[in-house]
């Protein structure tokens, strides 16, 4: 018996009503396997938690964390509570920089059974690789002065090694789909990280001859990923770049609440960290309501980078024929809850296994 411990962190809003939910999947997938197990222990960080105990997370939360085969988490954030850049700094982005989780993988795709808002969505699939560590999500900077003195700078970093190894994931990546990476630059605007960023591109590419590239301007291929989504296979992009696009590729799918994302530890040091693309949504916090196919669809990329890839093709299957039979939540057209999603995907894994 192969055993697994995932450490859980559900966070706030949806986050609480979500990951429950991916944890009633895993079991019904371990039962399935009959070979695996996953040991949970449950973390309450929160907003919550800081409102009693003043930090996002523990001093030694990260030691806390680290003999865990995985992180797993829901979604952070309570604006009324905490400011969002306190809580998502002190916890989920704690998280990603102490546990070197260098690359956030989120794959986008038309889904059969839920409308896109697209009228022709010809069959997209693409995956964004985005850099995790450094870029515009950066502490260098401050404020100084006040009143009309008040100047804030806000650096962005991109050192090589963090540009070269988005890049090389992205390009091996590229060689087990459809052999294509586009580079979402920005040279023309922002002139010193940009061209260095498409400098590293040519670079790398020169690695890779079996892979075609291409390089696009952040605001021409945000628009085509809504005018053309078809045309690209792996997108490689700055971490901020990156976090829109994601956001676009989710909207695309038909909604935020599908999109799932893996922040990925290359080096072994740390465990690797599945957290679903969507925020906390307080607009319908407590409704019974939030969509749990983001949360577990990432539990299929957890289970994919555990070795576990026909458990996660299973899971994946069975989510897209529930889709298919209907049973959705109201974001994405449908009138069923949280919990009988949920429901149907156990059923539809247990049949199909
Ligand atoms: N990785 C994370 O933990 C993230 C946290 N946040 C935080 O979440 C809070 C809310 O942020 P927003 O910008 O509103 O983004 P959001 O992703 O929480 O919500 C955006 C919209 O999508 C809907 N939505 C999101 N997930 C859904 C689901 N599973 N089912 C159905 N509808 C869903 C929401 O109802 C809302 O209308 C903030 O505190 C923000 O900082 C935002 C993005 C990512
Ligand atoms: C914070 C956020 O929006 C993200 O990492 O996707
Ligand atoms: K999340
Ligand atoms: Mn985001």
């Known amino acids: 018996m192969k055993k697994w411990d995932i450490a859980v962190i559900p966070g706030d809003g949806i986050g609480i009503e979500v990951t429950p ?56 954030g309570d604006p009324k509570l905490v400011p969002d850049h306190v809580s998502l700094w002190g916890l989920l982005v704690n998280i990603r ?7 956030n993988v989120r794959p986008a795709k ?30 260098v900077g401050g404020r100084i002065h006040s009143g009309e003195d008040e100047t804030v700078i806000q ?14 994931y992205a390009f091996e990546l590229a060689k087990t789909r459809r052999g294509h990476v586009t ?3 920005k040279s023309n605007g922002l002139v010193h990280s940009m061209p260095f960023w498409d400098e590293v591109f040519q670079d790398i590419s020169k690695n890779y001859n079996s892979i075609e590239t291409q390089s696009i301007h952040i605001d021409a291929l945000s628009a085509y990923l809504v ?72 539990a299929k990329m ?6 576990e890839q026909e458990m996660g093709t299973l899971l994946l299957d069975s989510i897209e024929e ?18 009988e999603v949920t429901d149907h995907i156990l059923n539809t894994l247990t049949l199909r296994a």
Not at 155 to 168: L, Q
Request: glycine fraction near 12%.
């Open 302 to 307: 957890m289970l994919d980078h555990l070795g």
């Open 227 to 298: 005018s053309k989504p078809h045309a690209f296979d792996v997108i490689v992009a700055s971490n901020l770049f990156g976090d829109i696009l994601t956001d676009i590729g989710a909207a695309i799918m038909g909604s935020i609440g599908i999109a799932p994302a893996a922040n990925i530890n290359l080096n072994g040091k740390y465990p690797s960290m599945f957290e679903p693309v969507h925020g906390s949504a307080p607009d319908i916090v407590g409704k019974g309501i939030a969509n749990p196919i983001g949360q577990i669809w990432t």
């Open 155 to 168: 650096s962005a970093i991109f050192t090589r090694r963090g540009v070269t190894r988005t890049m090389d």
């Open 21 to 76: 939910e991916a944890i009633r999947v895993l079991d019904t997938i371990a039962d399935i396997h009959g070979g695996i197990s996953f040991q949970y222990k449950e973390y309450p960080w929160s907003c919550q938690y800081y409102l009693e105990h003043g930090v996002m997370m523990p001093e030694d939360g990260l030691q806390q964390l680290e003999q865990s085969d995985a992180v797993f988490l829901g979604a952070v």
């Open 183 to 185: 580079s979402a630059t």
């Open 322 to 339: 529930v889709i298919e039979k209907g049973i959705k939540t109201p974001d994405i057209g449908g009138t069923s809850s949280t919990t």
């Open 110 to 139: 038309q889904m059969s059974g839920i409308d896109s808002p697209l009228v022709d969505p010809k069959g997209f699939d693409f995956t964004v690789v985005r850099e995790n560590s450094e870029g515009e999500y950066s502490e």
């Open 97 to 103: 920089r102490g546990f070197e989780q260098v690359i």
